[in-house]
């Protein structure tokens, strides 16, 4: 919230600068746009969003922001009306009244954002903002309202069909049952948490048929006890890995870890460090590219838009993957069988190993954001250093879900097979939704 106060302060220079920027030199900015994401980040890190409803979130707040550009410019972008699912129609600029529709588009993404989120009014202090901005920056009153009617429409247009996703029926599906039996399943230390989101897979997709469109492999079977298996090997590489980190290794995992809710336990005392969850991690990379290669205002709409319609379906996909095979973690695995005393370095999240949502929704995003902003763009993510966690910098999107894939291995929370099947499934989720969507004509 303070980051954008600030900006907001220094775009209200209407009284302490010789020139006042135009309202469009303001509105017209990527960056504000990426930084508008940014608070909805932080709105979604402060009410404790699991990362598969955090990817909800992000998608309708984003689809909003991008319909507004589309409708704005019908010539260079393309409606998601009938490319996505479910998605028949959205609200129409009136012919004659002129808007200025990069406000608008800031202004439905976090209308849409708000709605999607709480406590009620969770980002209206950023929607005053930018309307006292507009207001003092020289918007014309009739391009304001104009502007406002149709962010406001266009919202509601977008959140009525987010409700039909059939994610308020999942809020009073049964708890995840808990059986301690052979390679099942069952929830880890230190807060021995239930399993969240067990019936994702049940939520609307966006480009996907549904959950079961891509039928991911079996993992290896369970087998502790035969020393030559699939599965025994497994488990030992993990073990392993996490007995000899090397320093770089351990970089990678804690720049990758984005656990939302992390319990840290001293003596008698606990308590939860947040940080941005695996999506909202890449909806920060989103805007770091997007600056990188100096795209205006409305790619980068559409890059943050495309992202997280993969990131959305990646999560579904995946957790379908999780809850049919409901595999148990490596720590329960070794804990019981091979060292009681050992742990892995990241801490472990409550759902099942197999698949891997990191590797899953990395791979799917990279592919997505690599078709809007290109191939071998060269970026530093900046993302962890709030969190203590010093940058990392890589050769293109695919090369950073390439090195997210082996985190969770190098974290010692997922087996190194799940991570390379998921890191290939996402890949091929992505990909889908790169040929699916005609977005920028």
């Known amino acids: 919230m303070k980051r954008f106060l600030l900006i907001a302060a220094l775009a209200l220079l209407a009284f ?25 980040n932080d709105v979604i890190m402060g009410n404790n969003f699991s990362p598969p409803v955090g990817s909800r979130n992000y998608a309708y707040a984003s689809i909003a922001a991008y319909e507004v550009i589309a409708a704005g410019d019908p010539a260079h972008y393309k409606s998601l009306v009938g490319q996505i699912n479910g998605l028949a129609a959205v609200a129409k600029p009136v012919e004659g009244k002129e808007i200025d529709y990069p406000y608008a588009s800031l202004l439905a993404f976090c209308k849409v954002g708000e709605a999607v989120t709480f406590p009620e009014g969770s980002m209206k202090y950023l929607t005053d903002s930018l309307h006292q901005v507009a207001v003092n920056h020289g918007m014309p009153s009739d391009v304001l309202d104009n502007s406002e009617t149709f962010a406001k429409a266009m919202a509601k247009s977008i959140m009525a069909w987010s409700k039909k996703d059939h994610y308020l029926q999942t809020r009073s599906m049964p708890k995840f049952p808990i059986k301690d039996s052979l390679g099942r399943w069952v929830p880890t230390p230190p807060g021995y948490f239930e399993a969240v989101e067990p019936h994702w897979n049940e939520i609307r997709t966006l480009v996907m048929h549904d959950a079961n469109e891509y039928i991911v492999t079996p993992p290896p079977a369970f087998n502790i006890t035969d020393k030559n298996s699939p599965y025994y090997k497994e488990v030992m590489l993990s073990k392993n890995r996490i007995d000899s980190l090397t320093p770089e290794q351990i970089h990678i995992a804690d720049f990758w870890d984005d656990n939302p809710q992390k319990m840290n336990v001293s003596g008698h005392v606990m308590f939860i460090t947040k940080k941005f969850s695996p999506p909202g991690h890449w909806m920060s990379v989103v805007g770091i590219g997007a600056e990188q290669v100096h795209a205006d205002f409305s790619t980068t709409v559409c890059a943050y838009a495309k992202t997280a319609i993969a990131l959305f379906d990646g999560f579904v996909e995946c957790w379908a993957a999780k809850y049919k095979y409901k595999g ?18 990241l801490q472990t999240p409550p759902f099942p190993e197999y698949t891997c949502g990191h590797c899953t929704i990395s791979a799917a995003a990279a592919e997505a954001l690599t078709s809007v902003l290109g191939d071998h763009v060269a970026f530093t993510d900046t993302t962890e250093l709030q969190f203590g966690i010093k940058n990392r910098s890589f050769k293109s999107f695919i090369d950073a879900a390439n090195e997210t894939a082996m985190s969770r291995f190098y974290g010692g929370i997922h087996y190194h097979n799940s991570c390379l099947v998921s890191h290939d499934f996402g890949k091929i989720l992505g990909d889908s939704v790169v040929k699916k969507l005609v977005m920028k004509k």
């Open 16 to 40: 302490s600068s010789c020139k006042k920027p135009d309202y469009k030199q303001i509105f017209h900015d990527p960056k504000l746009f990426s930084r508008t994401v940014f608070e909805l």
């Open 328 to 345: 148990v973690r490596p720590e329960t695995v070794i804990d019981k069988y091979i060292d009681p005393n050992w742990r892995p370095h």
